[in-house]
Each structure stands twice: as C-alpha cells, then as structure tokens.
C-alpha cells in the first residue's frame, strides 16, 4: 500500500507560479513511477506529468516549458512547478504513484489538490 498527500494548490492569477507537492508513504520501494493528473470540469482526468524512478519524465503538450516534475528521494516527495498558468490550468490535480509488485501494476491516488486561475 502506498499513501499519497498533496498540496500546494490555491487560487492565482493568470501568468503567475505554484508549487504542488506529494508526499509518498507506505510501500515507497515498489514506487516505479509518479505522476500529476489533472480533471477539469466536465473533462476527463489527463497526465500533466510524470517522472520514473530512473529519472525520466515526460510531459502533455500543453505544459511544456512551463511546468517542471521533480522529485526529493529522502523525502519521498515529488513536486510541480507550474509557471506561466493559464486559466485552461484550472482543475484538481492529482497525485499518483504506480507501483509494480511481483509483476503486478498498481495505481495509487492522492485526495486532489484544486488549483485555480484567474485571468
């Protein structure tokens, strides 16, 4: 079992920065990956990023350049840095680790952070 606490969410206006966190605890060593989802209203929940346990990250289209994944492996957290937000970045975000055990895949979720912006 993994456990997952974010935060860092809030209301901000249009071209400015927030910093999501989540803090991983429980079964840290069978983490393979984390990522950040985010679901807007009446849209479905979609990948914003995600960074493996090798280091490789990856990122939707449409936050390139202005969202950074990271992580801090002695706290056992991983961070969003989102710059330059739009309104369109207006959604929960959610924090999920995928675990593999004995060849099994596994998602874990966070409770969701609301992050909002004004424009």
């Known amino acids: 079992q993994v456990q997952l606490v974010e935060s860092g969410g809030g209301l901000v206006q249009a071209g400015g920065s927030l910093r999501l966190s989540c803090a991983a605890s429980?079964?840290?060593?069978?983490?393979?990956?984390m990522g950040w989802y985010r679901q807007a209203p009446g849209s479905e929940r979609e990948l914003v990023a995600i960074?493996?346990?090798?280091?490789?990250?990856n990122y939707a289209d449409s936050v390139k350049g202005r969202f950074t994944i990271s992580r801090d492996s002695a706290k056992n957290t991983v961070y969003l840095q989102m710059n330059s937000l739009k309104p369109e970045d207006t959604a929960v975000y959610y924090c999920?680790?995928?675990?593999?055990?004995?060849?099994?895949?596994?998602?874990?979720w966070g409770q969701g952070t609301q992050v909002t912006v004004s424009s």
């Open positions: 999920q680790a995928h675990t593999l055990i004995l060849g099994t895949p596994r998602q874990y």
């Open positions: 429980g079964s840290i060593s069978t983490i393979i990956a």
């Open positions: 960074i493996t346990k090798g280091g490789t990250t």
